[in-house]
């Protein structure tokens, strides 16, 4: 604790000088202390200032708050008698107040400044100490707190004028991208907004800055500097001139935008991903253009942002337009004005961004246009430009070596000789950047002010400026000490005059402030990492497998460490092999399970199954453990040890387990409940997995989660329940970018929309999503909604379709069993019977883990996880059985047939399936067929209406009812047949 103790002689002076201004007086000190974080305390003949000593950035705000005490009082000194500032260690307050407290004043308006002994050395390298009872002490860095003029070493004034030259010229206007070579000085990205507000006399609207995009040289965040540039004031202004199919464009795709913003680390988004971003971010270019066209751009500053990768193109397969936007409206308005995007040092930019800017100029519907300046050149990516789109323009020579002396003539001797390697290395920067004239500023300034600059490397292009003042906060910087700082920093050249989030180049922290700043910078380092922690625990950021090896998976936050592993593990197009060197051992483990999961390796999975059980260290990972083993039972067909293992983690189950694994083994207790068939069990599972995953934000849980609710529901005859779940998991798809789970839940929407009858709409909903997998490399999914699209065809008469599409899927199982079914529907008996001959073969399970599906087939994908879990293509075969027995009977008159139909509705399989009343059916036509019942088929009817009921009794939509009963083709036949045996 440093206490500032500030003594003001009173005597007459509310006479002197008046109440209002000792008020004024008291108030300007009480601020000082207060806005840098010290704690006020009023005597009765003192003010006492408290300031705390055991945070990175203690000593310079108590010294700065002591400077600013110095000058209030020294502004006030003609209307007081004297004052005396005193400084004291916390520990030695006592015995040295003693010396000082009632010490009479020794001049009349004397304002001195007193530092016990102790902190006479604490503050050595802020304050010049004099030795006549410090009379002549001074703050050692206040010369820098005037204007050194350094800010005219980087505004660039020729290049502004070459540049406004030209864009009032010719040359301009036929040209996408102005690509200007610098010179090696430096500049401020913001000196170069004022040229785009002129206006050529032959152009009304003038050039437009639309976005000013840079990037640091730590580029660490996809589709930099996009991410960062647009800000909220950005994307608010681009939705006022949104349509409302492009807003509604804009909250489909904003998600993943903000998913790329806040995954730190995450220098390359996943395919689908990256598509989805690139679709919002040209959709908003679009937006900002055609605002920027009509006049209602304006410059909103600039910003940094950080991110490497690689784009897959900006054409959405996720439903939504490549180039989302109007463009024809662009055409008309693009007379009135010309909207620019800058790119400065675009070699800093993530190769998604510079790929996106590449598609941009190579589309004719796009009308921005580019300014990139660099003294290198242009990215590899934009040598591609055509001829007639780049239009170079050599960088005039600024010659600002002549300013130096200039600059340093107007500033104290000691500052100038500290400084002028700074200011040559701006205007020339040849030299390497390990000379960049920072040694001897920093050495001269307060050690915070590296402590400044290692915290901004170390977060620099990761966290927007709230975020790291915050993150500065916690390390006890106060907002007026950071802006101090900042205003040093920019001062001596080591920040950009216009813009203090801006590290100017070159730049690089000397080698030997680690030393200095030791204990500082590792304070620095551990609250960066609880801060990112924070962050995630608040949803401001996502964890990523990279935002984790740069924490380390020591940190006290399990549900970071769980998340950022899960989360890059399931994203399907992720790397098969991700880096895991910096996880320990138990974490490489998981990792590599679930990988192996999503790749479904049973292989790779079982391994690293028993490498981890080595590796178990208390209850949570017990926990986890058994929670991996119950997914590879559940993967492996064996039912029984998965319900066992998921019983044993959810007993280990505290409120230190994360959300996500709560939430997986609450899942699990769903399958193991829905695969014996107790839908009722699973129903409380799943739903009790649902809320732990919404209430911690876990949309992939969630929408795995809804998955099995709506199967849950389809099982149990709620096809309605069942089409809302799906619903609002297929959009909750839509936002994670997963055109896998997308289309896995299209499938099953489509799926109950045949249930009900609705077989019209079912069949362009399979048509639309064939369309969907192939443009999203689903293959095996689109292969099934086109064979289910053929049956629907079939079941809605139009025969000769579903014919042709079955034909092009003859070897699929399930394509030759619809075949004969519609040879069924068309009342050929034989040519099924002749199809249906030879039985499928009996296929070995998959290895299918809990987050797979079973595209083989749509019967064994759903009904498959409830009836015969085990078991591999038994719903086929009984599909093929019942259908064989049906169409041999009635081609052969052959009353045995019925008799092994009725024997086989009393199999115990059969009597939850939701083909149940279809088999009755089958049975039921074959009676009707011949001559004697072998089976009395009022039994056989009165299974299947009673069993039709039930189903129709769980849908709660009246109209929903009518069409199940009246337009699904078996289940009308049936009620005509429940009328005609008076059963109605």
Same mark, same amino acid.
């Given at each position: ?727 609002? *998991?297929? #959009?909750?798809?839509? /936002?994670?970018?997963?055109?896998? &789970? ?6 099953? %929407? =489509? !799926? +109950? ?59 699929? *199982?399930? #394509?030759?069993?619809? /075949?004969?079914?519609?040879?069924? &529907? ?6 099924? %019977? =002749? !199809? +249906? ?79 149940? %009343? ?67």
């Amino acid at each position: 604790m440093t206490i500032c103790s500030i003594h003001i002689y009173y005597l007459h002076q509310f006479q002197r000088c008046g109440r209002e201004a000792v008020t004024s007086l008291l108030q300007q000190l009480r601020q000082a202390g207060e806005q840098l974080g010290g704690q006020v305390d009023v005597g009765s003949r003192q003010l006492v200032l408290l300031f705390p000593d055991d945070s990175a950035f203690a000593r310079l705000q108590s010294a700065e708050a002591v400077r600013r005490c110095h000058e209030a009082l020294l502004e006030h000194r003609a209307s007081l008698r004297g004052a005396i500032i005193s400084l004291a260690d916390g520990s030695e307050v006592e015995s040295d107040n003693g010396a000082w407290r009632y010490r009479e004043l020794s001049g009349r308006h004397a304002i001195r400044l007193h530092f016990s002994a102790r902190c006479q050395a604490a503050f050595r390298g802020y304050f010049s100490l004099g030795r006549r009872d410090n009379q002549e002490t001074h703050c050692l860095y206040s010369p820098l707190l005037a204007d050194t003029g350094l800010a005219r070493l980087v505004q660039r004034p020729n290049l502004l004028r070459a540049l406004g030259n030209f864009l009032q010229g010719d040359k301009v206007r036929p040209c996408r991208m102005v690509y200007v070579k610098a010179d090696g000085a430096s500049r401020s990205v913001l000196a170069l907004e004022p040229v785009f507000a002129t206006e050529a006399a032959d152009n009304p609207g003038g050039h437009r800055l639309v976005l000013n995009l840079r990037c640091p040289p730590g580029n660490r965040r996809a589709f930099g500097p996009f991410t960062n540039c647009l800000t909220e004031e950005k994307l608010a202004q681009a939705r006022l001139v949104a349509d409302a199919a492009e807003q509604e464009q804009l909250d489909s795709l904003r998600p993943t935008f903000d998913y790329a913003r806040t995954a730190l680390e995450l220098v390359e988004l996943p395919a689908a991903l990256a598509l989805a971003c690139a679709s919002f971010i040209n959709l908003v270019l679009d937006l900002l253009t055609r605002a920027a066209a009509t006049g209602t751009a304006s410059t909103l500053g600039t910003a940094s942002t950080l991110g490497t990768a690689s784009t897959l193109g900006t054409a959405s397969t996720l439903g939504t337009a490549s180039t989302l936007g109007t463009a024809s409206t662009l055409g008309t308005a693009s007379t009135l004005g010309t909207a620019w995007l800058i790119c400065d040092r675009p070699e800093y930019f993530s190769a998604q961004a510079r790929q996106l800017i590449l598609e941009r100029l190579a589309d004719p519907t796009s009308t921005e246009k580019y300014l990139a300046i660099s003294r290198w050149p242009l990215p590899a990516e934009w040598h591609a430009l055509d001829n007639a789109a780049l239009c170079i323009v050599a960088g005039p020579e600024e010659n600002l070596g002549p300013l130096v002396p200039d600059l340093m003539a107007a500033l104290p001797t000691e500052l100038a000789a500290i400084i002028e390697p700074r200011a040559l290395a701006l205007v020339d920067q040849a030299g390497s950047a390990d000379h960049c004239g920072a040694e001897a500023i920093l050495d001269w300034l307060p050690a915070e002010a590296g402590l400044y600059l290692h915290a901004r490397q170390l977060a620099d292009g990761s966290l927007e400026r709230d975020n790291f003042l915050a993150y500065l906060g916690k390390a006890g910087l106060q907002p007026a000490g950071a802006e101090l700082i900042e205003r040093l920093l920019c001062q001596a050249a080591i920040l950009d005059p216009l813009d203090a989030m801006a590290i100017l180049e070159p730049f690089s922290l000397p080698s030997g402030i680690g030393r200095k700043l030791a204990a500082g910078a590792s304070q620095l380092d551990s609250l960066y990492t609880a801060f990112l922690i924070d962050l995630f625990n608040r949803g401001k950021i996502a964890a990523t497998l990279p935002l984790l090896h740069r924490t380390g998976d020591g940190v006290d936050a399990i549900r970071f460490v769980y998340d950022a592993i899960m989360n890059s593990a399931q994203q399907p197009d992720s790397p098969a092999a991700p880096d895991t060197r910096s996880l320990s051992a138990a974490n490489r483990e998981l990792c590599n399970f679930y990988v192996a999961a999503r790749e479904v390796d049973r292989k790779r999975q079982s391994a690293a199954l028993v490498r981890a059980n080595d590796l178990l260290d208390g209850k949570h990972s017990r926990c986890r453990f058994a929670l991996m083993q119950a997914e590879f039972a559940y993967a492996e067909g064996n039912i029984e040890a998965m319900a066992k293992r998921t019983r044993e983690a959810l007993l280990l189950l505290d409120r230190s387990t994360p959300p996500k694994l709560g939430s997986r083994i609450q899942r699990m207790m769903g399958l193991a409940a829905l695969s014996v068939e107790k839908y009722a069990d699973a129903g409380d599972y799943l739903t009790n997995a649902a809320e732990i995953a919404e209430a911690g934000g876990d949309r992939h849980e969630l929408c795995q989660t809804l998955y099995l609710r709506a199967l849950v529901e389809f099982m149990s005859g709620s096809l309605v329940r069942a089409t809302k779940l799906a619903a609002e *998991a297929r #959009a909750l798809a839509r /936002r994670l970018c997963r055109p896998d &789970l997308m289309v896995d839940l299209g499938l099953m %929407a =489509a !799926r +109950l929309d045949m249930e009900l009858g609705l077989y019209d709409e079912a069949a362009r909903h399979f048509a639309a999503l064939a369309e969907f997998a192939a443009a999203n490399q689903q293959a095996d999914a689109g292969q099934r909604a086109a064979v289910w699209q053929a049956r629907c065809l079939g079941y809605a008469g139009q025969t000769a379709a579903a014919s042709d599409l079955l034909e092009l899927h003859a070897d699929d *199982a399930e #394509a030759r069993l619809f /075949r004969a079914e519609l040879e069924i &529907l068309l009342h050929q008996p034989a040519q099924a %019977a =002749a !199809r +249906l001959r030879e039985p499928p073969e009996i296929q070995p399970r998959p290895f299918l883990p809990p987050d797979s599906r079973d595209r083989r087939s749509l019967f064994q994908e759903m009904e498959g996880r409830a009836i015969c879990f085990d078991q591999a293509n038994s719903l086929i075969n009984d599909m093929h059985l019942a259908l064989r027995l049906l169409a041999s009977g009635l081609a052969e008159v052959d009353a045995s047939k019925a008799v092994e139909l009725a024997a086989l509705t009393r199999e115990a399989r059969f009597k939850n399936n939701p083909a149940y %009343a279809t088999v009755c059916m089958y049975c039921y036509v074959l009676e009707d067929e011949l001559q004697a019942e072998p089976v009395d088929k009022q039994t056989i009817l009165s299974r299947a209406f009673n069993y039709l009921q039930q189903r129709a009794g769980k849908i709660e939509e009246r109209a929903s009812r009518a069409i199940f009963m009246e337009k699904n083709l078996w289940n009308h036949r049936l009620l005509e047949a429940a009328r005609e045996h008076k059963f109605l």
